[in-house]
């Protein structure tokens, strides 16, 4: 977000938090942060960082709370160290290739 932006401030009341299946960001966006200034960057993080919007929250002031809202990824199981690799590399057209060995185009 922009320098204004802070992250962790309180939770209003009655705003979820981060749980086990879902976890969440509260933004706190400075009153000289335009509403298309906003809406662009929250879409930003939507698109590339997978957050919904769960919560806004406006103030006199023109002060923004918004709480961004996604769903805990499970991490990746480890690669399978049991798989064999003979060193033999497949092409495209099925025959095999030696390691270290160019491949016709």
């Not at 809406?39 to 103030?59: N, T």
């Not at 709370?65 to 060193?87: E, Y």
């Amino acid at each position: 977000m922009s320098a204004g932006a802070r992250f962790g401030s309180r939770y209003p009341r009655g705003w979820e938090r981060s749980s086990d299946t879902v976890e969440t960001v509260l933004l706190t966006l400075p009153p000289d942060i335009t509403r298309l200034t906003a809406s662009m960057r929250l879409s930003i993080e939507a698109e590339f960082g997978g957050w919904e919007l769960s919560r806004v929250r406006l103030y006199s002031d023109g002060t923004r709370k918004v709480l961004l809202r996604r769903k805990k990824t499970k991490p990746a199981p480890p690669p399978d160290t049991h798989s064999r690799d003979t060193g033999n590399r497949h092409t495209h057209d099925g025959d095999t290739q030696e390691p270290g060995e160019a491949q016709a185009c």
